[in-house]
């Protein structure tokens, strides 16, 4: 069946840092793929989203590139800021409808 | 376009009462998703319907818990008998057959404590 899996976290930080979170799928189809952002006690936030191969997705300087050859879509922002810290979740989903399918979430911390 | 939109934010209730929430999807959008998630954790996926048909449910749905759709809007999530497990953040998001991507949206959440 379809699997999307992140690395784990948690990630720390230094505030001007470089991200990266690895995301790699496992899908029977040709899905749509996602980033979803969640800071503490709320629901989630649509970071980015690429719809087909090479698509590149990107959003406050946040990017993702849909690769198909290697099933993945990792997150990278070139100096993250502490306003950054959250839960980060790659997920799939068709588009001919159907759920979405989360990885297990990445925190990342970032230290002033 | 005001998102989704979830009622109530949080909710207490004793064991063994049943609760309600209510999920108002993005107005033009006909499909409407929801989810369960406890405390760091990623989202689990709960149902899921086009409309008003129900096309899929986990097997997390058990049968204290029911949705419904009726009229191809709104959406309530009804779980009964809650039992001390139910304790979670429950997430409704909706999405448009028209959009290719099917980006889903999601509301802010139900918080959902059982005492």
């Known amino acids: 069946g379809d699997s999307v899996t992140q690395m784990e976290g948690p990630v720390t930080l230094s505030e001007e840092a470089f991200l990266t979170i690895n995301c790699t799928y496992t899908a029977t189809g040709y899905p749509s793929l996602f980033w979803y952002v969640q800071y503490p006690g709320e629901g989630l936030q649509l970071l980015l989203k690429?719809?087909?191969?090479?698509d590149k997705g990107s959003n406050k300087g946040f990017e993702a590139t849909y690769r198909k050859e290697t099933t993945s879509f990792h997150l990278e922002k070139g100096s993250v800021q502490v306003s950054d810290s959250a839960v980060y979740f790659c997920a799939l989903t068709y588009n001919q409808g159907g759920k979405l399918i989360f990885g297990q979430g990445t925190e990342l911390s970032v230290k002033p | 376009d005001t998102g989704v939109s979830q009622d109530p934010r949080h909710k207490i209730t004793k064991r063994g009462q049943n609760v309600t929430f209510r999920c108002d999807p993005i107005s033009e959008h006909n499909r409407l998703y929801w989810y369960r998630q406890t405390l760091g954790q990623g989202p689990e996926f709960l149902t899921y319907?086009?409309?008003?048909?129900?096309?899929?449910k986990s097997r997390l749905l058990s049968d204290r818990f029911s949705a419904e759709r009726p009229k191809g809007s709104f959406s309530t999530l009804e779980i009964q008998r809650t039992e001390q497990g139910d304790s979670a953040m429950y997430l409704c998001a909706s999405s448009s057959q028209g959009d290719s991507g099917n980006t889903i949206y999601f509301g802010e959440g139900s918080w959902l404590t059982v005492v």
């Open positions: 690429a719809t087909k191969a090479d």
């Open positions: 319907f086009q409309n008003e048909a129900q096309l899929e």
